[in-house]
């Protein structure tokens, strides 16, 4: 049955806060994704060697950060220390990740909603699912629920949790029963219904290149809410929002506006 419930969030998310426009998950990144007008961010917890999260996308540094270490290697601290500016340009030269309370504190003064990646390292998706879902229920406990992890019960000022890991998803079910989550998918599995009962998800997130009319169709006949990563042609995200699309990330922040 199709949820009668509408999206609570912005439509428009900016990826990673700053899409294209600053380095990706940090708080410069943030302040060019609030310069650009946006007000929704898509961000990545991951937990650090002393188990405090940091915002990092990849496990293994080597892409925004030049190390040959990871994640999980070092603590938050050290990782802070790092640059994971300059690989974007000169100017951003020293520019640290956020820690991941750093970030949610910066994004609460500023009214800023987030979308919560749980993005574990390997073998530590119940233990990252756990820590990020305690702390973000502490972070926003003014906002937190009964019932709120249920469409008819979000409060919308209060962060998304999503993941492709299931197991983070029970973490997170298990120390912040209350605030909603979602299922991130590239490639479907084929439990992908039972997911989404199991973790008692409002939402299945998937990547936008494996969409189609009829599968968006499916996933809001059984009652879900439905978010697109990469969208960052406006003409595409207006036709996924003519195929009932609810909300969608987008690296241009640029070209795909928050008001589209």
């Known amino acids: 049955m199709q949820s009668v419930h509408p999206w609570p969030y912005a439509r428009v998310s900016a990826h990673r806060g700053a899409g294209t426009m600053a380095p ?18 898509e961000t990545d917890a991951m937990l650090a060697k002393d188990g405090v999260p940091v915002l990092m996308h990849d496990e293994r540094f080597g892409r925004t950060i030049r190390d040959t270490r990871s994640v999980p290697e070092l603590t ?6 790092l640059d994971a500016g300059s690989w974007f340009a000169p100017q951003y030269t020293g520019v640290p990740p956020a820690g991941f309370e750093q970030a949610v504190r910066w994004c609460r003064a500023n009214r800023v909603w987030l979308n919560i990646e749980i993005k574990p390292a390997k073998g530590a998706e119940l233990e990252t699912g756990r820590v990020v879902g305690r702390l973000t229920g502490e972070l926003y406990a003014d906002l937190v629920r009964e019932g709120g992890a249920t469409q008819a019960g979000i409060v919308p000022d209060a962060p998304l949790f999503s993941s492709f890991k299931p197991e983070a998803l029970r973490g997170a079910m298990e120390t912040a029963p209350n605030i909603p989550r979602g299922f991130l998918v590239d490639e479907l599995p084929e439990n992908w219904r039972e997911v989404l009962e199991e973790m008692k998800c409002v939402a299945l997130h998937c990547n936008q290149r494996r969409l189609t009319p009829e599968f968006a169709r499916e996933v809001k006949a059984l009652g879900y809410w439905l978010f697109c990563y990469t969208v960052n042609d ?19 922040l640029d070209l795909v506006r928050p008001s589209l």
């Open 76 to 81: 938050s601290l050290e990782i802070r220390s």
């Open 24 to 41: 990706e998950n940090t708080l410069e990144g943030f302040r060019a994704g609030l310069h650009h007008g946006f007000h929704a961010f």
């Open 234 to 252: 406006p003409r595409r995200a207006r036709e996924l929002f003519s195929w009932g699309v609810d909300g969608l990330c987008t690296d241009r």
